[in-house]
């Protein structure tokens, strides 16, 4: 497993946001955290990444207990729906800006620029600012920022929520081909039953901080554990 979380308990106040949350995410997986707002999946994520820490329970990544460990020490890369690119600086420099950091030697970190713009379909842009691109552009070039510095998992919340019904579903099938060519494990956060069940390979259902189900979406879809997930992902009427 790349990533397991163990009985994860968080409250904001008197809230329990988290309730005794499992998860177990396969190593080279296109996982999707599906569920209603409020349901806990933004939370979760940043519990994974580090950036809010659990009243309880463990994370581990790549087998090792991440739970103490500040979010820069974890090796995730983190992609949030509304992105924040460093606006004075170009789309280049933003991609590098996590190498350059790592102080890696100039060549290399030319070199690697260049093959993930080439990866997320930017190599035209290496020279334009953020406020220069698209809705869908600016996501992808944060995709590529986050996958600068090889991380072992990818998390990605709502990375399309922002953007339109039609640059959506194509930056839906364009994360499927980019996760076949790079096998990064990646957790998705959505509240679109649609988007879950046509990119990812596991689904885990998230809703009032407990987790209803997860699987294939096929055994999600076909085989609903209880009545909710059988709502939820089924037909909309
Ligand atoms: P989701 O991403 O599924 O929409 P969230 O994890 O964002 O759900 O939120 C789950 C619940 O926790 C919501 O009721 C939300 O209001 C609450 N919550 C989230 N973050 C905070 C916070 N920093 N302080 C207080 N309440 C919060
Ligand atoms: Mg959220």
């Known amino acids: 497993m790349a990533i397991e979380a163990r009985h994860i308990n968080k409250a904001f106040g008197a809230t329990p946001v988290l309730q005794d949350v499992s998860v ?9 955290l599906l569920g209603p707002s409020g349901g806990g999946k933004s939370t979760l994520l940043r519990v994974i990444a580090g950036l809010e820490q659990p009243d309880s329970g463990t994370v581990l990544i790549a087998g090792a207990d991440v739970t103490r460990l500040a ?22 420099d933003n991609i ?3 190498l350059q950091i790592r102080k890696r030697p100039k060549n290399e970190i030319h070199k690697r620029v260049h093959e993930l713009l080439e990866l997320v379909h930017l190599d035209q ?3 334009r600012y953020p406020a220069q691109l698209s809705g869908g552009q600016r996501q992808r ?9 090889e991380p072992e ?10 953007l339109d019904a039609q640059v959506r579903k194509e930056l839906r099938a364009w994360l499927r ?8 494990t990646t957790v998705f956060v959505t509240h679109d039953q649609e988007e879950a069940i046509e ?9 009032g901080g407990r987790v209803e189900q997860s699987g294939s979406p096929h055994e999600v879809y076909d085989n609903p554990a209880n009545e909710f997930v059988m709502r939820f992902l089924g037909p909309v009427t």
Request: cysteine-free.
């Open 153 to 162: 998992v990818l998390l990605l919340d709502e990375p399309f929520g922002a």
């Open 141 to 149: 070039m944060a995709l590529a920022r986050a996958l600068a510095v």
């Open 96 to 98: 590098a800006f996590g």
């Open 199 to 207: 990119v990812a390979d596991t689904i885990v259902v998230l809703a």
């Open 71 to 92: 979010p820069q020490r974890r090796n995730v890369g983190f992609v949030f729906q509304h992105y924040a690119a460093f606006k004075h600086m170009t789309v280049f």
């Open 125 to 127: 842009f290496a020279k």
């Open 24 to 32: 177990e995410v396969p190593s080279g997986s296109l996982t999707a």
């Open 177 to 184: 081909r980019l996760h076949d060519d790079v096998h990064v």
